[in-house]
């Protein structure tokens, strides 16, 4: 399998048949890896694909890989999600690709926005801090409250509540368009994970 037979593209309204595909992904995905990925509708999903918030990966008519984004305090923030690839069609680089082509949908549909994502998947970090995005506070990331009501889905939603919404198993990076991307290398993402876990022990023991 070449990565350039699979095309990565802005999602259309008849991409919305996918979405029980997409949302069984996603599942599968958190069962696999042990982590809490927050539950998502099929009408959630179709809803992003026909608004023009997601992006689809596809080899001929199989849809095998998706993203999205949404808008949070009007419009002040934009969080990228639900990134998902089937696991036949990984190793392929078509994260990197969907991550890409995702953060070019926000950027495009939301030009002054603060870009964030809050992920538990050391390669997102990876790919996000490629990107300039930054390792930062949830208090930096919107107060949102639909936002955080989402996380409702996920197994780890005790822990976000126990400690105020102030820390949980995922990792807060954000893109703010006004400042000067970082000169990341390739330590960061693995630094920014090592003081994630030692700030959560040290709370912990607090």
Not at 160 to 189: E, H
Request: with cysteine; charged share 25%; aromatic share 10%.
């Amino acid at each position: 399998m070449k990565e350039t037979e699979i095309s990565v593209e802005f999602a259309q309204e008849e991409h919305a048949k996918y979405a029980e595909r997409i949302c069984t992904l996603i599942y599968e995905s958190a069962l696999q890896r042990g982590t809490g990925i927050a539950r998502r509708s099929n009408e959630y999903i179709a809803s992003k694909i026909t608004g023009g918030k997601a992006v689809v990966a596809l080899e001929g008519e199989k849809l095998v890989g998706f993203s999205y984004i949404e808008s949070w305090g009007h419009g002040d923030y934009v969080a990228t999600s639900g990134l998902i690839v089937d696991p036949d069609y990984r190793n392929l680089g078509l994260a990197r690709r969907i991550k890409e082509k995702t953060f070019e949908l926000a950027r495009m549909r939301f030009p002054f926005a603060k870009i964030f994502s809050i992920t538990t998947s050391l390669p997102v970090m990876k790919l996000n801090s490629r990107m300039g995005y930054k390792p930062v506070t949830f208090s930096e990331l919107t107060d949102d409250e639909e936002f955080w009501q989402g996380c409702k889905g996920c197994i780890n939603y005790d822990i976000l509540q126990r400690n105020n919404r102030r820390m949980c198993l995922c990792t807060g990076m954000l893109f703010d368009p006004k400042q000067p991307l970082p000169s990341n290398t390739a330590a960061t993402p693995y630094l920014m994970m090592l003081r994630n876990k030692l700030s959560k022990i040290f709370r912990i023991k607090h």
